[in-house]
């Protein structure tokens, strides 16, 4: 029954992104990207996964990396002051499959999904302030997602950083599916387990370096502490998980 909702989003950022993508003052930008991935399962090696990278943006749409957004009517209250609105669509790369590491030899593989949801995003000029909601609407992990966030952009000259600090919260159903092991799955080395729901912290940086007109550098930098009810998982052998991506656009 709660499904519906969750197809309405999905329809809605998928009809609502074609009318957007009409509009007259949208950026066009193409380029490839690599992203290094280190998951926090016991021995499993880092994963580079180079990809292209399309960023499209307008005052209604916008789309970078795999991220998807249908930008809602903001509410602006001062010149410096604004409460943007928005739908979202993402996709989630916390799958596996057995060969991928020992400790998951006979494990069933755990498949990536693509999520939608909601958010709210509070501009002002100490720090932007910013939560969202997403499900895991591919339905394999039937998983929920909370996020709150805050972050602020330097900028000098060409050159934009904009660190940040996110509180995620998974329920358990994501924790079960991507770390718990199910009574099947059992080895005398790697007993059944269950988690709850957890709450990990997130880390990031942001860099942008504009060399030319229509030519930017980007990178991203992530570190995630993980919660106890995630590294209690016996599939688990780190504290933190990381993530490092960098990509080079052309902007017509």
Do not use: C
Not at 98 to 106: K, N
């Amino acid at each position: 029954m709660v499904v519906v909702p969750y197809r309405i989003i999905a329809a809605s950022l998928l009809s609502l992104s074609f009318s957007a993508l009409a509009d007259d003052a949208t950026t066009w930008g193409l380029g490839v990207g690599v992203i290094s991935t280190q998951k926090p399962y016991t021995g499993i090696d880092r994963e580079y996964t180079p990809l292209p990278v399309l960023h499209i943006e307008n005052r209604y749409f916008r789309f970078l990396g795999t991220t998807a957004e249908v930008k809602l009517p903001a509410w602006k209250w001062s010149e410096t002051q604004q409460l943007n609105i928005g739908l979202i669509a993402r996709y989630d790369g916390s799958g596996y499959t057995s060969d991928d590491a020992d400790i998951l030899q006979g494990m069933d593989k755990r498949k990536s999904g693509m999520w939608a949801g909601a958010k709210v995003e509070w501009q002002n000029p100490l720090v932007n302030i910013f939560t969202d909601w997403s499900h895991d609407i591919s339905g394999n992990s039937n998983g929920q997602r909370v996020r709150l966030g805050a972050e602020h952009r330097w900028k000098w000259g060409d050159v934009t950083l904009t660190p940040r600090i996110v509180a995620n919260r998974y329920d358990s159903n994501y924790v079960n599916y991507y770390y718990g092991v199910r009574s099947d799955e059992a080895r005398d080395w790697r007993p059944a387990w269950q988690g709850d729901a957890a709450l990990n912290t997130e880390i990031g940086l942001n860099g942008r370096w504009q060399f030319s007109t229509h030519q930017v550098l980007m990178v991203d930098v992530q570190t995630t502490l993980l919660a106890s009810e995630i590294k209690d998982s016996p599939l688990v052998d780190r504290s933190n998980e990381n993530r490092f991506f960098a990509s080079y656009l052309y902007y017509f």
